[in-house]
């Protein structure tokens, strides 16, 4: 079963839609522990700001159960946009401690190296250069995808899997053993978002 996390963050029936678009039924939108407990795959989301979202994950009932499923467990877990920034230790965005599953930090752009006529937030279709190997984006060539954000982590590039480009290159993708993470969002980039998901639930 693909659980889909819901702690009052996201438009989280874009996600379910797509993973049922290409072919996965078995997925639920859940914030219940025992459905936690009995997932194969996690999909972490996020939107907004850093600092809320780690508040109400926090908050939710399943935090302690999810924190067992992913570290002990090993369980895979995808982070999106936010849900990926949570990932690692710390965020400019409220100056506030993020899970620290990743070596790491989320810094704001930085607008003195990226020109007058760039504007933050980033909202653009964007291509992504990968790092060979990584198997979240098998079977794309010349993958492109939608980002919006105003922060973006930066980290050891052991941990780095895609990268893109505003202003300066900035990570895109992370990978650590079975937590992974995409800063862009995968349910709004047609059909290399699709492959991305099914790269995740196949592998």
């Given at each position: ?10 438009n ?6 797509m ?10 939108i859940?914030?219940?522990?025992e459905e936690?407990?009995?997932?194969d795959k ?12 780690m508040?109400?994950?926090?908050k ?12 002990e467990d090993?369980?895979p ?8 920034q949570m ?6 965005e409220?100056d ?11 810094r ?15 909202m653009?279709?964007?291509d ?10 098998n079977?794309?060539?010349q993958?492109?995808f939608?980002?919006?954000?105003s922060?973006?982590a ?9 990268t893109?480009?505003?202003?300066y ?6 990978c ?10 995968p ?9 991305v ?7």
């Amino acid at each position: 079963m693909i659980l889909i996390l819901d702690y009052n963050i996201g438009n989280l029936n874009s996600i379910k839609n797509m993973l049922r678009k290409i072919g996965f039924a078995d997925v639920k939108i859940s914030n219940k522990t025992e459905e936690l407990l009995l997932a194969d795959k996690i999909i972490l989301p996020g939107v907004g700001h850093f600092e809320h979202c780690m508040d109400q994950l926090q908050k939710s009932p399943f935090f302690e159960v999810l924190k067992k499923r992913v570290l002990e467990d090993k369980v895979p877990l995808l982070g999106i946009c936010v849900g990926h920034q949570m990932l690692f230790e710390h965020s400019e965005e409220g100056d506030c401690p993020g899970l620290g599953w990743i070596p790491g930090r989320v810094r704001r752009f930085d607008k003195s190296n990226m020109g007058e006529r760039l504007k933050i937030p980033h909202m653009a279709w964007t291509d992504v250069q990968v790092t060979p190997g990584a198997t979240l984006f098998n079977g794309l060539e010349q993958p492109r995808f939608y980002f919006v954000h105003s922060y973006h982590a930066e980290c050891d590039l052991q941990y780095v899997t895609a990268t893109a480009h505003y202003g300066y290159d900035f990570v895109a993708a992370v990978c650590r053993e079975n937590i992974l993470g995409v800063q862009f969002h995968p349910e709004k980039s047609h059909r290399f978002g699709m492959q991305v998901y099914r790269n995740f639930i196949q592998s």
